[in-house]
């Protein structure tokens, strides 16, 4: 039996520019320290090969601390590793002026163990009966579909195939995808998995066929419209012809969240909320408190604010601006409407302030 280990889109050098300078550097913190829960992973299960495919970078060129530091994280995790390939994506393709060139210091510095795919015909034999196959993305934007220019199986080759391409595999009409792969290439190329990366949620695109055709989704989530995020695929190869088996294995720290209370007990709820100090929380509220309630949602809401949070303005009970901290906490609270409130309130005949 052959384990992989799946992963992609780090998109290590994210920017998260609606968040105060302290929420920043913890979303970018943690997509640098899920690399390292993801190589214990890989240890865990004594997987054969760890493969990372596309978008590593959230740029061709990152900023020192980005590169520098995942090459440190590589290095120092102590023990034997299987073969980690990282293949150039869309966001971060290989050309001569990206951190992927042969001459970036970046390539000095990284371990035997870590392997670059800067090549077109890479291959690499993960076992005398498995072969690994990768294409490079070489722009951030193509028609082409890396999948289908992968190598055939040839006559009489009972080996298992792993393909490697970052693309996209929707076909939605009069949409031109970027890097379009098409549904069946794994089966067309006579490979046995197709990794792929791209869309940052989950998914095997191909569950009727017998090749599975992987998105494993960012490790760590970059947005809120980012369901199904969070984790890597654990790929378990029997044997030419029998269908792999792929687990989702959870790896994310943050987890993202929208969030909408329409009564004081939803509100109150929300901080009983299970490691609400790993959320990052968008907060829309619809409420019509009493008078005596009003004391109360300001004391929620500055209870998710926390003592350390410099941004923000309560605008009818939502905290419209960037982030703010709860303890640890990082609370995202945007208007429910496109513009700002300003802080009013109407009040019906009974007493109670109507929050819109």
Same mark, same amino acid.
């Given at each position: 039996?052959?384990?992989?280990?799946?992963?992609?889109?780090?998109?290590?050098?994210?920017?998260?520019?609606?968040?105060?300078?302290?929420?920043?550097?913890?979303?970018?913190?943690?997509?640098?320290? #899920? %690399?390292?829960? %993801?190589?214990? #992973?890989?240890?865990?299960?004594?997987?054969?090969?760890?493969?990372?495919?596309?978008?590593?970078? *959230? *740029?061709?060129?990152?900023?020192? *601390?980005?590169?520098?530091?995942? /090459?440190?994280?590589?290095?120092?995790?102590?023990?034997?590793?299987?073969?980690?390939?990282? %293949?150039?994506?869309?966001?971060?393709?290989?050309?001569?002026?990206? @951190?992927?060139? $042969?001459?970036? /210091?970046?390539?000095?510095?990284?371990?035997?163990?870590?392997?670059?795919?800067?090549?077109?015909?890479?291959?690499?034999?993960?076992?005398? =009966?498995?072969?690994?196959? !990768?294409?490079?993305?070489?722009?951030?934007?193509?028609?082409?579909?890396?999948?289908?220019?992968? $190598?055939?199986?040839? $006559?009489?080759?009972?080996?298992?195939?792993?393909?490697? @391409?970052?693309?996209?595999?929707?076909? %939605?009409?009069?949409?031109? +995808?970027?890097?379009?792969?098409?549904?069946?290439?794994?089966? =067309?190329?006579?490979?046995?998995?197709?990794?792929?990366?791209?869309?940052?949620?989950?998914?095997? #695109?191909?569950?009727?066929?017998?090749? $599975?055709? @992987?998105?494993?989704?960012?490790?760590?989530?970059?947005?809120? &419209?980012?369901?199904? !995020?969070?984790?890597? !695929?654990?790929?378990?190869?029997?044997?030419?012809?029998?269908?792999?088996?792929? *687990?989702?294995?959870?790896?994310?720290?943050?987890?993202?969240? &929208?969030?909408?209370?329409?009564?004081?007990?939803?509100?109150?709820?929300?901080?009983?909320?299970? &490691?609400?100090?790993?959320? @990052?929380?968008?907060?829309?509220?619809?409420?019509?408190?009493?008078?005596?309630?009003?004391?109360?949602?300001?004391?929620?809401?500055?209870?998710? =604010?926390? +003592?350390?949070?410099?941004?923000? /303005?309560?605008?009818?009970?939502?905290?419209?601006?960037?982030?703010?901290?709860?303890?640890?906490?990082?609370?995202?609270?945007?208007?429910? +409407?496109?513009?700002?409130?300003?802080?009013?309130?109407?009040? &019906?005949?009974?007493?109670?302030?109507?929050?819109?």
């Amino acid at each position: 039996m052959l384990r992989l280990l799946h992963t992609a889109d780090w998109h290590l050098g994210r920017r998260f520019p609606s968040f105060p300078d302290e929420g920043q550097k913890k979303l970018s913190r943690a997509r640098m320290d #899920v %690399i390292t829960r %993801i190589l214990d #992973v890989a240890r865990r299960n004594a997987v054969n090969a760890v493969l990372c495919v596309g978008d590593i970078f *959230d *740029d061709p060129d990152p900023a020192p *601390d980005f590169w520098e530091g995942l /090459a440190r994280t590589f290095r120092s995790h102590a023990g034997q590793h299987p073969p980690l390939f990282l %293949i150039p994506g869309n966001h971060d393709p290989l050309t001569p002026e990206s @951190v992927w060139a $042969p001459g970036h /210091a970046f390539r000095a510095r990284l371990p035997e163990w870590v392997h670059v795919v800067d090549r077109d015909d890479f291959m690499y034999e993960l076992a005398p =009966q498995a072969v690994l196959y !990768a294409r490079p993305c070489r722009s951030k934007a193509g028609e082409n579909d890396l999948a289908m220019a992968l $190598p055939s199986r040839e $006559p009489g080759d009972e080996r298992l195939r792993i393909g490697c @391409v970052h693309g996209c595999t929707f076909d %939605i009409d009069g949409y031109q +995808t970027n890097f379009p792969i098409r549904r069946d290439a794994g089966v =067309q190329r006579g490979l046995d998995y197709l990794a792929i990366g791209d869309t940052h949620s989950f998914r095997d #695109v191909t569950e009727n066929l017998p090749v $599975p055709t @992987v998105y494993p989704g960012a490790p760590e989530p970059t947005g809120f &419209d980012d369901a199904g !995020a969070g984790r890597v !695929a654990l790929v378990a190869l029997f044997r030419r012809g029998l269908r792999p088996r792929v *687990d989702a294995e959870p790896v994310a720290f943050w987890r993202w969240i &929208d969030v909408r209370c329409r009564d004081m007990n939803e509100l109150r709820s929300l901080l009983t909320t299970r &490691d609400l100090d790993r959320h @990052v929380v968008r907060l829309h509220l619809d409420l019509t408190v009493s008078l005596s309630e009003e004391s109360e949602v300001e004391r929620i809401l500055r209870d998710l =604010q926390g +003592t350390d949070a410099t941004m923000g /303005a309560l605008a009818f009970w939502w905290l419209t601006g960037r982030a703010c901290g709860c303890k640890s906490v990082l609370a995202t609270l945007f208007p429910t +409407t496109s513009r700002r409130c300003s802080r009013t309130r109407s009040r &019906d005949s009974t007493g109670s302030s109507q929050m819109r």
